[in-house]
């Protein structure tokens, strides 16, 4: 092959670039792929119907947001032996919702996506720690956090809706998983229409810690946040 054909778009310097490219993102925490899949996992979980493939999906896309966030804050490789355990271990339960049904099954399911939703959040909170400054990379990590409070509570609600003996909420319904993420997202906000009201105390508790939760968050941590990133600015100027 001559050296013109080695240096047209499609040969090596293209593919150098674009590995440059991946690699300037990882090297500088940018969590935007980790946005774009909280956002992807928020749509399916609001528009999905609320069936066993549907649970088994959102395993599979809370896995791969982990991998991504593990990647993305430098802690591994995308494919570092524990990111192909986590996929293969996400697919084996998908694959198992798909095959055997029940409501201890979708509560397991859904404890399993709370979990790795919790993970991403402390990875991406870990991974803002390490780097020792404020950027806007920084505020994009706490506003996935903050979208991951939301999702968490989703699968910890869902997860009661399955193993509780009477109805979630005091509607009479265990609601849809897009009633509880829409349920959750409210309460993470402190909105509270009253359409939808937890029945027993698990439940009112759990809602009255999101709530809390959530304005703690966002008057301490993203204030916190956002409040350093002024001088850092102000100094560039």
Same mark, same amino acid.
């Given at each position: 092959?001559?050296?013109?054909?080695?240096? &047209?778009?499609?040969?090596?310097?293209?593919?150098?670039?674009?590995?440059?490219?991946?690699?300037?993102?990882?090297?500088?925490?940018?969590?935007?792929?980790?946005?774009?899949?909280?956002?992807?996992?928020?749509?399916?979980?609001?528009?999905?119907?609320?069936?066993?493939?549907?649970?088994?999906?959102?395993?599979?896309?809370?896995?791969?947001?982990?991998?991504?966030?593990?990647?993305?804050?430098?802690?591994?490789?995308?494919?570092?032996?524990?990111?192909?355990?986590?996929?293969?271990?996400?697919?084996?339960?998908?694959?198992?919702?798909?095959?055997?049904?029940?409501?201890?099954?979708?509560?397991?399911?859904?404890?399993?996506?709370?979990?790795?939703?919790?993970?991403?959040?402390?990875?991406?909170?870990?991974?803002?720690?390490?780097?020792?400054?404020?950027?806007?990379?920084?505020?994009?990590?706490?506003?996935?956090?903050?979208?991951?409070?939301?999702?968490?509570?989703?699968?910890?609600?869902?997860?009661?809706?399955?193993?509780?003996?009477?109805?979630?909420?005091?509607?009479?319904?265990?609601?849809?998983?897009?009633?509880?993420?829409?349920?959750?997202?409210?309460?993470?906000? &402190?909105?509270?229409?009253?359409?939808?009201?937890?029945?027993?105390?698990?439940?009112?508790?759990?809602?009255?810690?999101?709530?809390?939760?959530?304005?703690?968050?966002?008057?301490?941590?993203?204030?916190?946040?956002?409040?350093?990133?002024?001088?850092?600015?102000?100094?560039?100027?």
């Amino acid at each position: 092959m001559s050296d013109a054909a080695a240096d &047209t778009p499609s040969g090596p310097p293209r593919f150098r670039r674009v590995r440059g490219h991946v690699g300037s993102r990882r090297s500088s925490h940018s969590y935007g792929y980790v946005l774009l899949l909280i956002g992807v996992s928020f749509v399916f979980a609001a528009t999905a119907p609320n069936s066993a493939w549907a649970s088994s999906a959102l395993v599979l896309l809370q896995s791969a947001t982990l991998v991504v966030a593990l990647w993305t804050s430098g802690i591994a490789r995308a494919g570092a032996w524990h990111n192909v355990v986590l996929l293969a271990l996400a697919i084996a339960l998908a694959v198992a919702g798909l095959v055997w049904t029940g409501p201890n099954l979708e509560a397991a399911l859904g404890i399993v996506s709370g979990l790795m939703t919790l993970a991403i959040a402390v990875v991406i909170a870990l991974s803002i720690i390490s780097k020792g400054e404020i950027t806007r990379q920084s505020i994009t990590g706490a506003v996935c956090i903050y979208l991951l409070l939301g999702m968490i509570f989703v699968f910890i609600y869902g997860a009661c809706a399955a193993l509780g003996n009477g109805p979630f909420f005091a509607q009479g319904t265990d609601g849809t998983r897009a009633v509880r993420l829409y349920f959750s997202y409210i309460t993470l906000a &402190t909105v509270g229409y009253g359409d939808y009201t937890p029945a027993g105390n698990l439940g009112h508790a759990l809602a009255v810690i999101e709530a809390l939760t959530g304005q703690l968050y966002l008057v301490t941590v993203v204030a916190l946040l956002v409040a350093r990133i002024r001088p850092a600015r102000a100094h560039g100027e």
